[in-house]
């Protein structure tokens, strides 16, 4: 064997031990940041090596940031807790004046009094039902926005849910002189019950205040292939388009409905609650020409809906 063939034998040679001792490096490389990763998921992972390496500074950033995130979760979670405490105060101790009040303004309303003090005796009793609806709905809102609250949908048929809701509010649309239907379904959709209820409860409630006397409201679910869709059509004044988007907001009121009681919060709740199960709502209106408000809710349960 010649000089030069014994030459490119050991380089060959050298060629394939240094490239064994690369793959070594890199397979020990790639298995420590996988002990990293899997000890920063578990919440177990503390530095091990304190060299100049490269692998020492990364566990180095790693560590500072898993520190962080550790403290702004139990910020978060302290911040949660404060406000759940909070509501709860809220809840609690305005219950009780607030019942006092409708106690007397109704005791008051019984008795022997003037026309003038009597219709201030029902102005005290209406202003006290609003101040309750205020802060349960305040309430539930801040409940749902902190995650205090968490929804639980299933899948389960829509009908039941549709006929409760219309049975709910018929003795408000009949002393308005409101027809109110609701069409048969066999239609099934993933949601919670008790607050897809009041989510579509917000939406016929605003149906029955702002349509009428000799309208109609029509409640229907529709069928898609990702989503059934609760349609819920009025024979009201419309909302203007530049409006649509805004009626969803917190304490929002539209110019054309200012003279009537409400708090601006139902469309809120309604599309917070959707969202939380995956779904969405939207609205088809002109001035004059009723509206339509539509809650699409998921067919199929969804791993995470949020």
């Not at 898609?224 to 024979?235: K, N, P, T």
């Amino acid at each position: 064997m010649t000089a030069w063939s014994w030459a490119v034998l050991v380089l060959g040679a050298a060629g394939l031990i240094f490239g064994l001792v690369q793959w070594a490096r890199r397979r020990r490389t790639l298995r420590r940041l996988d002990e990293m990763l899997t000890a920063a998921v578990d919440g177990s992972f503390q530095e091990a090596r304190f060299d100049e390496s490269a692998l020492s500074a990364l566990e180095a950033k790693l560590a500072r940031f898993l520190n962080g995130s550790a403290l702004t979760r139990r910020a978060v979670e302290e911040e949660r807790s404060a406000i759940q405490a909070l509501l709860s105060d809220l809840s609690h101790q305005t219950k009780t004046p607030i019942s006092n009040i409708l106690l007397y303004a109704s005791l008051l309303s019984e008795a022997d009094l003037p026309p003038a003090q009597r219709e201030q005796a029902a102005v005290l009793a209406s202003q006290g039902e609003k101040l309750s609806s205020l802060i349960q709905t305040l309430v539930k809102a801040s409940r749902l926005e902190t995650g205090v609250l968490a929804l639980t949908p299933g899948a389960q048929p829509l009908e039941g849910l549709l006929k409760d809701t219309a049975l709910q509010y018929a003795p408000a649309a009949r002393a308005k002189g409101v027809r109110l239907t609701v069409e048969p379904t066999d239609a099934l959709a993933c949601f919670d019950r008790k607050w897809t209820a009041e989510a579509l409860g917000n939406v016929v409630d605003n149906a029955v205040k702002y349509t009428p006397s000799g309208g109609q409201i029509r409640v229907w679910a529709e069928e898609f292939e990702l989503f059934c869709a609760v349609q819920v059509e009025d024979d009201g004044p419309g909302i203007p388009e530049e409006e649509q988007g805004a009626v969803f907001g917190r304490f929002y009121r539209g110019e054309q409905v200012r003279d009537q009681e409400g708090l601006g919060i139902g469309l809120y709740l309604t599309r917070e609650i959707l969202r939380r199960e995956g779904g969405y709502v939207k609205v088809r209106s002109r001035p004059g020409e009723g509206s339509r408000f539509s809650l699409y809710l998921l067919r199929e349960e969804s791993a995470n809906p949020e």
